[in-house]
């Protein structure tokens, strides 16, 4: 049974033109930076749950943030430098050009190392407003490269 399933894969990879190769490859790429987009969604979620309620899981809210603040280096692991040039990729990436994609980097760099900066002096002292200030740039921060990809 295994020779038959690995012979019809084979067959259709081999049959696969080119061009649908390259589509599929790129709807990974969009369907795994999705999958990111969703696991920071749900640490966001889990650290406003945290900041907002009086949860037994306080402890973790620096590890949320540190999850969070790792979203550039994700995102930049797979977005290769030819792909950052929207003029080389098409539509497929929400940035112009790799300037731009670089200040976006830039910015949610510098929110995550805030985010953490701010859950580690809540969890210390409790300072919850400077928290809700740092989760907020950090949505902002996310919405201003995704401004027009809604579905990402």
């Keep these: 049974m295994k020779v038959k399933s690995l012979l019809l894969a084979a067959l259709i990879v081999g049959?696969?033109?080119i061009?649908?190769?390259?589509?599929?490859?790129e709807r990974e790429d969009v369907t795994y930076v999705r999958m990111i987009g969703g696991i920071f969604r749900l640490h966001l979620g889990a650290l406003e749950h945290i900041v907002n309620t009086?949860?037994?899981y306080a402890d973790?809210?620096?590890?949320?943030?540190e999850a969070l603040g790792a979203a550039p280096e994700l995102l930049d692991h797979v977005v290769d430098k030819e792909n950052?040039?929207?003029?080389g990729a098409g539509p497929k990436w929400p940035w112009k050009?790799?300037?731009?994609?670089?200040?976006?980097m830039d910015a949610s760099r510098i929110?995550?190392?805030e985010l953490v900066d701010a859950a580690q002096k809540w969890l210390a002292g409790t300072d919850k407003a400077a928290l809700e200030e740092a989760i907020y740039n950090v949505?902002?921060?996310c919405g201003n490269c995704h401004l027009g990809k809604k579905d990402w």
Excluded: I
């Excluded at 973790?60 to 943030?65: E, F, I, K, S, T």
């Excluded at 950052?84 to 003029?87: E, L, V």
């Design 111 to 113: 929110a995550g190392d």
């Design 60 to 65: 973790n809210v620096v590890r949320h943030a």
């Design 54 to 56: 009086n949860s037994a």
């Design 139 to 141: 949505r902002t921060t």
């Design 19 to 25: 061009g649908q190769t390259s589509l599929a490859a």
């Design 84 to 87: 950052k040039d929207a003029g």
């Design 15 to 17: 049959l696969t033109p």
């Design 97 to 104: 050009n790799d300037a731009e994609y670089e200040k976006f």
